[in-house]
């Protein structure tokens, strides 16, 4: 699937981070191609937020290099990042709590980036910011005609929330949305009827790391995994490879047998 | 109390739609209905000068003018942009020294000082507040309150600009009604312009600064330079007040950095309704006539407002503003359970 | 030797007054902006006690400190309690309770040089051949006793683990048991008696004013966010940073700069590490 095999939209090289006196990453290497699905999945303190947060420049590498389609953005300011095109979403959701859902969306399309090429799809040329955050959260799956999108963020459920973060990230009209446990807190049905949204995204040619515990639904999507460990590159591979992986099955799922985890997690 | 058979109700009245800020009105009486406090407002506050009896009264006027256009300021900050700047004397001196320097030194007339104060005094200010914008809450807190005392402290060190005794003999607005209109005017301006910004996209942004800054930088924009500008208006604005009142009382002094310019705006604020832009100026139309009334008491007036600040707080914290504003957008009525 | 002695003092002297700020908020996270209100209070307490009831002096200090104890816990009890975890009217409410105190005493008439509370111990020595007199050398070994002591209540007493306890994880101490409400009003009546140490400690050397309420208020604040706000010990270091500081413009530049370099010691380390020598806030806010 990797059709554009001769650079990576993102690098990373011998990325690691040090707390303290903890390690959070250890020589990371990573490559993500255009159109990617990229899973990033590990046990809890693995390191898996920690590699968003150090790509989107949140917080400063201890050693190593990132490169944006082969741009060195290491030590770059977050939102000179985000202006490049690389966004995020927090896995805890901070949303603009006393702004309403479609206000939330106003910020992004206002950001130097969206002026720039329009945000999302364009759109922002077009016309009001309002209408087009309206028109997002309709395509994400806000209903237009509810009372929905007019409502306060801190009354929406959580379902919602999530769904607002991504549209944040789309209202930039990115290249790369890096999804911090987008999944993690959804219901089932929910979950279920977020995957075809991602695979929508991947369809507008929008590159995609996610980090999950959701092993079911990221494999789905994902045609790429990398297993973290304590800070460290375990495996990387096709979903298929990593599920055969004896070395994933005793860090990450212990002696259990990987179906029955791909079950219940 | 031991079971209610009834309880109170609150229906809005019809005229808004949805969200906040968005009204569908359908007849001039709903029009009216929106227009009246607005229009009352404005009325209320050209027309007192008139309403005044005497020299002293008017210049009370002034005084609340200028103190709540530092209040507005103060709001505009901590309730729109996050940042709780405890030192509005540290904008009022600020602006008195510039205005004053320009004007005794140089010879500028004050309808130069004047302009010229809030835009240097803003863009002074502004700089000095660069590096604590990264702070927040209790921090930034601090720090302002600490700038107009280090304002003063250093004046006094270095014996500059007159050193303790200030520098006198500043010209004074042409006559006392210029004077007045001249500070009622700006402060409606202000009033309105604020709550328009508020409302625009970047007013937008200002909020989304409060509410989550990290969120804000990973949508792509330069927080430092937002939180920047929003120091500049409200510095600007605290400057401009101060001018006028170093040329209301036709001397600048250390006294422009007393803690009273800081404290009195903020309990105008919290009395009148915090976040509400208009609250602050009700606050201050209450708290300074007050205070003038106990000035024989001397310093009682200070325990006074303060015991009114503490009991705000605890009982009334929403405000004056947001308890008429609830009286007069909803229908209470008692219904049975 | 004279920079020694006498900044060693100064430092002492500024510890006493920031460690009970630094005491309350540590423990209930409360900006207690009265503090200079309540260092002054006890000043006037005692003088009241020892004038006008004609109690002997010690007497009369421990009745201050008592008084003060409990003036700190109503005002946790009746106000602080209803706007905490509101940083904002934390700060203001304190801040007007204090200023209440202050300007309400300066209306009740006390003011000018008539308040001045005697010291502990008449004449002085020569250290190094510098005159010092007995009473500022108390006051350095009490204060040194006292940072001893509040160590020694912090890490072996069940109160004082309490205490650290609900200074690291409020919600966490709640879980365990401890009722983080009942130790906040402790911590700060632990405060107000800090508070009224340093006065009776401090006051003697000079008069009873009320301005020096607003003054120690600021140096407590300066100690306070230099040692990095919460932690007591980083309180107890700063001071000496200070302390030595101001003695030295005192003797090098003039004494008009003390208050400038107690400023510029706050926004200078607000600006470089807001989280001062010894805190650890910054680090766990930055954290997304």
Redesign the interface.
């Known amino acids: 699937m990797n059709t554009n095999q001769d650079q990576p939209i993102l690098r990373m090289e011998n990325v690691s981070k040090v707390f303290g006196g903890v390690t959070a990453l250890r020589e990371v290497n990573l490559d993500v191609f255009q159109g990617d699905v990229l899973g990033i999945i590990g046990p809890n303190g693995s390191g898996k937020?920690t590699i968003v947060?150090s790509i989107t420049g949140?917080?400063s590498l201890t050693s190593g290099r990132i490169y944006f389609k082969g741009k060195n953005i290491t030590g770059k300011k977050p939102h000179k990042i985000a202006d490049m095109g690389v966004t995020r979403t927090?896995q805890i959701m901070r949303p603009y709590y006393s702004l309403p859902a479609y206000k939330n969306l106003v910020i992004p399309l206002f950001s130097p980036r969206a002026k720039r090429t329009g945000g999302w799809r364009g759109g922002g040329r077009l016309g009001d910011r309002k209408t087009i955050a309206i028109d997002i959260l309709e395509e994400i799956g806000f209903e237009r005609d509810s009372y929905i999108p007019f409502k306060t963020t801190s009354t929406l459920p959580t379902g919602y929330l999530k769904r607002l973060e991504l549209a944040r990230c789309l209202a930039l009209q990115p290249e790369v949305i890096i999804c911090d446990e987008i999944f993690s807190g959804l219901s089932m049905s929910e979950i279920a009827s977020m995957v075809p949204l991602i695979e929508r995204i991947q369809d507008d040619g929008i590159t995609i790391v996610m980090i999950e515990h959701r092993l079911r639904e990221l494999f789905q999507v994902a045609n790429r995994v990398m297993v973290l460990n304590f800070g460290e590159k375990l495996v990387e591979g096709t979903p298929d490879e990593v599920m055969a992986n004896e070395q994933v099955k005793e860090a990450y799922f212990g002696s259990e047998k990987i179906e029955e985890v791909m079950t219940y997690a | 109390m031991s079971s209610q058979t009834r309880r109170k109700e609150r229906i809005d009245r019809g005229i808004k739609v949805r969200s906040e800020g968005l009204y569908a009105l359908m007849s001039w009486r709903e029009m009216a209905y929106l227009i009246l406090p607005r229009f009352m407002l404005i009325a209320g506050l050209l027309c007192l000068p008139f309403l005044m009896p005497g020299m002293y009264w008017q210049r009370v006027i002034s005084i609340v003018c200028i103190y709540a256009i530092v209040a507005i300021s103060f709001d505009f900050l901590?309730h729109y942009v996050g940042l709780?700047c405890?030192g509005g004397a540290f904008f009022i001196g600020t602006g008195g020294y510039i205005a004053g320097i320009f004007n005794a030194y140089f010879g500028m007339p004050p309808v130069l000082t004047i302009p010229l104060a809030a835009i240097a005094g803003g863009a002074f200010c502004t700089l000095l507040l660069l590096?604590?914008l990264?702070?927040?809450?209790?921090?930034f807190?601090?720090?302002t309150l600490?700038?107009p005392?280090?304002m003063a402290?250093?004046i006094?060190?270095f014996d500059i600009f007159g050193g303790t005794d200030g520098i006198l003999g500043i010209d004074s607005f042409p006559s006392a009604f210029v004077e007045q209109y001249f500070v009622v005017g700006i402060l409606l301006v202000f009033v309105f312009g604020l709550r328009r910004l508020v409302t625009t996209d970047m007013g937008l942004i200002f909020t989304a600064v409060m509410d989550n800054d990290?969120a804000v930088r990973a949508s792509g924009i330069n927080i430092t330079y937002y939180k920047a500008m929003a120091v500049f208006i409200a510095s600007a604005m605290g400057c401009l007040a101060g001018a006028c009142l170093t040329h209301i009382y036709m001397w600048s002094g250390i006294s422009q950095f007393a803690?009273d310019f800081s404290?009195l705006p903020?309990?105008a604020t919290?009395i009148g309704g915090a976040g509400t832009l208009v609250g602050p100026v009700i606050g201050c139309l209450i708290l300074v006539p007050v205070s003038e009334l106990l000035r024989d008491?001397?310093?009682?007036r200070?325990?006074f407002y303060?015991?009114i600040?503490?009991a705000f707080?605890?009982f009334r914290?929403d405000g004056i503003m947001a308890f008429a504003k609830r009286k007069y957008e909803q229908i209470e009525r008692w219904t049975q359970i | 030797m004279e920079i020694l002695v006498y900044g060693t003092i100064n430092s002492v002297s500024l510890a006493l007054m920031g460690l009970g700020f630094a005491m309350v908020y540590g423990i209930s996270r409360v900006?207690n902006f009265a503090h200079g209100a309540l260092y002054i209070i006890c000043g006037f307490v005692t003088w009241t006690i020892l004038q006008k009831l004609g109690l002997p002096y010690v007497v009369a200090i421990f009745l201050s400190l008592a008084v003060n104890g409990i003036l700190g816990i109503l005002m946790y009890r009746f106000?602080l309690i209803?706007?905490r975890g509101m940083?904002?009217?934390e700060?203001?409410?304190s801040?007007?309770?204090g200023?209440?105190i202050l300007?309400?005493l300066?209306?009740g008439g006390f003011r000018g040089m008539t308040y001045t509370l005697p010291v502990f111990m008449e004449g002085m020595v020569f250290i190094g051949g510098v005159p010092v007199d007995y009473h500022r050398i108390i006051m350095v070994i009490v204060g040194i006793l006292l940072v001893g002591g509040l160590w020694l209540f912090t890490h072996y007493t069940r109160l004082g683990l309490a205490l650290q306890g609900m200074a690291q994880d409020e919600r966490a101490a709640l879980m365990l048991g401890i009722d983080s409400d009942f130790m906040a009003m402790l911590a700060m009546g632990f405060g107000a008696v800090l508070a009224g140490v340093a006065a009776t400690m401090i006051l003697p050397l000079g008069n009873i004013v009320v301005e020096s309420g607003?003054h120690v208020l600021?140096m407590s604040?300066a100690v306070c966010?230099v040692g990095g706000?919460g932690s007591w010990i980083g309180a107890f270091f700063a001071a000496f940073i200070i302390g030595f500081a101001q003695i030295l413009t005192v003797v090098f530049i003039?004494s008009?700069?003390q208050?400038?370099v107690a400023?510029?010691a706050?926004?200078l380390t607000?600006?470089l590490k807001?989280s001062g020598l010894f805190g650890q806030q910054k680090e766990l806010?930055d954290r997304?």
Do not use: D
Request: glycine share 4%; with cysteine.
């Open positions: 937020t947060n949140f917080i927090f | 901590a709780v405890l590096p604590c990264p702070l927040r809450g209790v921090y807190a601090i720090v600490m700038y005392l280090f402290r250093i006094e060190a990290q803690l404290i903020i309990a919290v008491f001397g310093t009682l200070i325990v303060a015991t600040l503490v707080i605890l914290s | 900006p106000i209803r706007v940083n904002i009217s700060i203001i409410s801040y007007a309770i200023l209440a300007e309400g300066r209306y607003y600021i604040i966010i706000l003039g008009h700069f208050m400038v400023l510029l706050i926004i607000l600006i807001p806010e997304v």
